[in-house]
């Protein structure tokens, strides 16, 4: 079982293309989520979403946007990307969207936009 | 809005010597707490967590965390830490029926052997 994978492992992108950051889960896990990893800031919600159809804004969702098609799949993209969104993204998932459930990480990917 | 706040961005430790790190958040209402650990070159997982009952909870390594609801906090403890828990540590909260993890800034713990 390979839990959650991410692609591309890291990329870097100049300022005004767009992006799509690819996360699958194995696990048949009802919620996913999108997180950035900033030194000094820790990781932010950027989007997530409870179930297949839906999707939330999280803490930062500007310039980014999500969609959930199916369950394993919970694709990112950055329409215009900018410098600001260099960053490692980290795609989680958990098995509902009850507060108390673990929610397991991929192993991130590290954009730079120039 | 919530907050979590960690105390020290760096700790640097001998082996066996005993571990605490800060976790304070700002929330009035229930919640659940959550520690994360980022092993070198490893994903983000799960340390150890609280929702419910007694307020002392163990987590994997023999890491532990007490809950004192009226102090905000939730620090992380170990008696005696190894070379191989150098990582970084992050303390997290959601609201008591919500899923939308708030981390703190993290903690870099370096073990020298």
């Known amino acids: 079982i390979a839990g959650i994978t991410q692609a591309p492992t890291s990329q870097i992108l100049a300022a005004g293309r767009r992006m799509t950051l690819r996360c699958t889960q194995d696990?048949?896990?009802?919620?996913m989520y999108w997180y950035r990893q900033d030194l000094g800031l820790g990781l932010r919600l950027i989007h997530y979403?409870?179930?297949?159809?839906?999707?939330g804004k999280g803490e930062v969702p500007d310039g980014y946007s999500v969609s959930r098609a199916n369950t394993d799949d919970f694709p990112l993209t950055l329409a215009s990307a900018v410098p600001s969104q260099t960053s490692v993204y980290f795609c989680?998932?958990?098995?509902?969207?009850?507060?108390?459930?673990?929610?397991?990480f991929g192993p991130g990917t590290r954009l730079t936009v120039l | 809005a919530q907050s979590v706040s960690q105390h020290n961005h760096h700790v640097i430790l001998s082996e066996a010597a005993s571990l605490e790190l800060g976790c304070n958040y700002s929330?009035?209402?229930?919640?659940?707490l959550f520690w994360y650990v980022q092993f070198p070159g490893q994903h983000l997982k799960l340390l150890l967590k609280?929702?419910?009952?007694?307020?002392l909870v163990k987590g994997i390594k023999g890491f532990e965390a007490e809950f004192i609801k009226s102090k905000f906090s939730f620090n992380l403890r170990k008696p005696s830490v190894q070379w191989s828990d150098t990582a970084e540590y992050f303390c997290?909260?959601?609201?008591?029926?919500?899923?939308?993890?708030?981390f703190g800034a993290g903690t870099i713990l370096r073990v020298k052997s």
């Open positions: 609280y929702f419910s009952g007694d307020p």
């Open positions: 997290a909260v959601n609201a008591q029926g919500g899923n939308k993890l708030v």
């Open positions: 929330y009035g209402g229930t919640v659940n």
């Open positions: 696990m048949r896990h009802n919620a």
């Open positions: 979403s409870n179930t297949a159809g839906t999707t």
């Open positions: 989680a998932s958990s098995d509902s969207k009850v507060g108390t459930d673990t929610q397991y």
